[in-house]
């Protein structure tokens, strides 16, 4: 019997994504540096993200991404711009989106995210890595469980994206091509948080 | 305003250009033989997706059957969430009703995710002639709406073009194409995202089909590989989503069944990377989705199918699984059968949505009824058995000319006892001998194909003159 874990971790591999397993010994922060420090496009130094309440606490992001030559943008940043500014000039041009996840599901290699006043799915599409902070405890082991739970809540939310593994087509020739409209790069962030 | 476009040439010609067209033979061969593969792994290694399709397409087939009350509460839905359902009975009530949302709102660009459905009202035409920029953002479809033509495979809507084709299109028609220096695939499939980009940001309206819509929840589920209906969902302020009658599915649960069963059975993935779920427009507190969201539900002939007696097709959830193992789909792609839907689901609903007299020649002609399609079917459709009612209905309707049924009838007479059959191999062997290739039913049949030559002494004949040696031995 595989742990939910290892099975998501095997699943999401296979669909092109990429795992690190962060461990509470080494710090959430450090982790989460080394993540940033290899997917950040210099030539676009800015990084978006909205925390649903999930993320590891006492993570200095803004400090944090300064370090590695980077700009942080969260919620509140980009309240004071109108939806179409923060979404054209900021997240559009972001190198990283990160975000956490309503759950995720083993057996298919999925990240479930919900749109909400906290989330935001653009961080999750526009920039081309998307980083996922996922909470072990939010993963089940297939994806049937996880429907179950979005529906268990009473009314379903507006807007319910499951992403499994990058943007990719085979439109052309049959080839496989990773990052056609979303993000080449999905690197889920799991811990005991 | 016809209800399914279809083109106007013959099937001879359609077909003929299909054989020769050697970039569109290699292409389908190796894209077909991808997806049966991929497909048939997928069940084998996921037990979990097998059990789940039996259960599907039981219950698919119930809410077909019992529809109405079914859409009455998904309208119920999704008019409660803030949304807003129309339902269209034919191709121009779709266009009518969305132009005039989109000139309530004074949009001006719209962009698209990909959708049978808009295809087969023409969307994009009736939209354009009114003055509004449409823009096709999954790659294959943006592809063949920059080079003005139709799908030819419902998943890979550009299977027939190679990458020096795609490389030459973008060059001729796109601005600023001068950078699309090189023809490999990923650079080309770069080229597309930078261009498309702009066009998702700018856009005020989006335009989605829809894989499903639950009446429990009013929720429509939409299912892409690229990301690209997300954008369309999330980014514009209205965002309309057009969606057929049989989309519809009973409640949550019976959404779960079938929600993996279009990637197992289509691309032999266990879920798309994509699959988002509408069921209501942005809240006040919400920072994504449409402000507004309208729900068009399209009849165009599928309330007719519902009542006569084809109606276990309008189970079909679109995978394409049997156009891929179909030997007709394979020889010659989805335009030899002048319709946007192709293979063994075309041949069936494409007469029964756009008449008989239009598309009657495709159950009469791309059928070998082999039975490779009802084996592939997730949904256990009885496609070979519909079409060969539907050549019957097509028979009976519209009359061969009188010289090619009497061959037929001939022929059919002949081969009904076990001498004539013999005595047929043994005229073949003296056409042969005297290259009679141009006479008959054969004259047509043997232009595109190789004739296999017939045995000296067939299997049969060999196995007679062995019985009366050991018998006289
Ligand atoms: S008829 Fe069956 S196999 Fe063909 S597209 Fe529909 S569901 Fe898939």
């Known amino acids: 019997m595989h742990e939910p874990v290892d099975l998501f971790t095997t699943q999401w591999r296979l669909l092109g994504g990429e795992v690190v397993l962060a461990d509470a010994a080494v710090g959430w922060s450090h982790t989460i540096e080394d993540v940033l420090a290899g997917v950040i496009d210099p030539a676009f130094p800015t990084v978006v993200g909205f925390d649903t309440g999930d993320w590891p606490k006492d993570v200095p992001w803004s400090a944090l991404c300064e370090t590695i030559g980077a700009r942080f943008y969260d919620r509140h940043d980009l309240d004071v711009l109108s939806r179409q500014e923060a979404l054209q000039d900021i997240v559009a041009h972001a190198s990283v989106g990160v975000t956490g996840a309503a759950w995720a599901a083993a057996d298919t290699g999925t990240v479930a995210l919900y749109a909400s006043a906290q989330t935001s799915l653009s961080a999750s599409l526009l920039p081309p890595t998307h980083v996922v902070l996922l909470p072990k405890r939010r993963i089940y082991a297939t994806l049937a469980e996880g429907l179950r739970a979005v529906h268990a809540q009473g009314a379903v939310p507006h807007l319910v994206k499951l992403i499994s593994g990058p943007s990719m087509t085979a439109d052309i020739e049959g080839q496989l091509v990773v990052g056609v409209h979303g993000p080449r790069r999905v690197v889920t962030v799991i811990g005991d948080w | ?473």
């Open chain 2, 1 to 473: 305003m016809e209800r399914l476009p279809h083109d106007p040439r013959p099937w001879p010609a359609r077909r003929d250009e299909a054989l020769h067209d050697p970039v569109l033979q290699a292409t389908l061969r190796r894209v077909t033989h991808r997806l049966n593969t991929a497909r048939i792994q997928a069940y084998q290694n996921y037990p979990a997706g097998a059990e789940a399709r039996e259960r599907a397409k039981h219950r698919k087939r119930e809410a077909v059957r019992e529809w109405e009350p079914l859409l009455a509460q998904a309208e119920q839905q999704i008019t409660a969430h803030g949304g807003q359902v129309f339902r269209a009975a034919t191709p121009g009530d779709v266009g009518a009703y969305i132009k005039k949302v989109a000139q309530e709102h004074g949009v001006q660009r719209i962009i698209k995710s990909k959708s049978m459905a808009t295809e087969e009202v023409q969307l994009n035409a009736q939209l354009e002639a009114t003055g509004f920029a449409v823009r096709e953002t999954d790659l294959g479809e943006y592809i063949i709406q920059l080079a003005h033509e139709k799908p030819s495979h419902i998943l890979a809507p550009a299977a027939h073009k190679n990458r020096q084709q795609i490389q030459a299109l973008f060059r001729e028609t796109v601005a600023d194409a001068h950078d699309v220096v090189s023809d490999d695939i990923p650079g080309l499939t770069q080229f597309a995202r930078q261009k498309l980009r702009q066009d998702f940001l700018s856009a005020d309206m989006g335009i989605t089909g829809g894989n499903f819509l639950v009446a429990e929840t009013g929720t429509v589920v939409v299912i892409t590989n690229e990301g690209n209906a997300d954008m369309v969902t999330t980014l514009p302020r209205i965002l309309i989503s057009l969606v057929g009658l049989e989309k519809i599915v009973q409640d949550w649960d019976a959404l779960i069944d079938i929600i993996q069963q279009p990637a197992l059975s289509g691309v032999g993935q266990r879920l798309s990377s994509y699959t988002t779920m509408i069921s209501g427009p942005r809240g006040p507190e919400s920072w994504e989705g449409p402000d507004e969201w309208h729900v068009v539900l399209l009849d165009n002939g599928r309330q007719a199918i519902h009542d006569g007696p084809y109606q276990d097709v309008l189970a079909c959830i679109r995978c394409g699984a049997c156009l891929n193992v179909c030997p007709v789909f394979q020889q010659v792609g989805g335009h030899g059968y002048g319709s946007v839907y192709s293979g063994p689901i075309g041949t069936v609903i494409s007469p029964l949505i756009g008449g008989m007299q239009t598309f009657g020649e495709l159950p009469r002609y791309l059928c070998t009824v082999c039975y490779a399609c009802q084996e592939a079917c997730p949904m256990d459709i009885p496609l070979p058995e519909q079409i060969i009612g539907l050549r019957s209905q097509a028979v009976a309707e519209d009359r061969e000319p009188a010289a090619v049924r009497t061959q037929y009838r001939l022929w059919g007479q002949a081969w009904s006892t076990v001498h004539g059959y013999r005595r047929s191999v043994q005229a073949a062997r003296i056409a042969q001998r005297l290259a009679l290739r141009h006479v008959g039913l054969a004259a047509g049949w043997l232009k595109t194909r190789k004739m296999p030559p017939v045995a000296a002494r067939t299997f049969l004949e060999g196995w007679a003159h062995e019985q009366r040696r050991r018998r006289r031995a």
